[in-house]
């Protein structure tokens, strides 16, 4: 798919961070290079703002990640892991992550969703339907093809695995 990114579109990007984590890991057994996927993301346009959407858990080894995330520019917004009565674990951001999008709206053109989760297929509906440019950066394999179907562009970050990836150190 061929679309129009010029340097004056306002961009605004959007990170499932657990949804890339966990893809990353079971996919290739590596990290996700968020300095690169940002580059990916906004592609030379004036980026508005970037939030990431992070899970914090008890022992807090998450925090250098964190903060790296911070340097590259990232506003990093963060929820408790939550734990359940038998030990169910729970930690979304998807309604988060839409209504940021929504309440962005007035100030971008373009919404870069980095996240293959299906869950935000009627998100990317009503943005398009609003006349935003909306495009998805995902693994091909674990994205929804839904989801890759209704962006304006997809990026499959596995097409470029040396460039997207970080091994995992061992």
């Not at 990114?5 to 990290?31: F, P, T, W």
């Not at 990640?65 to 030990?87: C, H, N, P, S």
Request: net charge positive; glycine share 8%; aromatic share 8%.
């Amino acid at each position: 798919m061929t679309i129009i990114k010029h340097k004056e579109q306002r961009v605004g990007v959007l990170i499932d961070v657990q949804n890339m984590y966990h893809s990353a890991k079971n996919l290739y057994g590596a990290r996700v290079n968020f300095k690169e996927v940002m580059k990916a993301a906004v592609a030379g346009r004036k980026l508005i703002r970037a939030i990431a959407y992070v899970i914090k858990t008890e022992t807090g080894e998450e925090k250098a990640f964190f903060e790296a995330l911070t340097k590259m520019g990232i506003e990093v917004k963060t929820k408790d892991l939550q734990i359940f009565y038998g030990g169910l674990k729970k930690a979304d951001w998807d309604v988060g992550m839409a209504v940021d999008a929504i309440r962005l709206l007035p100030l971008l053109d373009v919404i870069v969703l980095i996240s293959g989760d299906g869950d935000f297929c009627p998100l990317v509906e009503y943005l398009r339907n609003e006349g935003r440019q909306v495009e998805t950066i995902a693994f091909g394999k674990s994205a929804s093809a839904k989801l890759k179907e209704l962006a304006d562009d997809f990026i499959d970050l596995s097409e470029n695995q040396n460039k997207y990836l970080l091994k995992l150190k061992t």
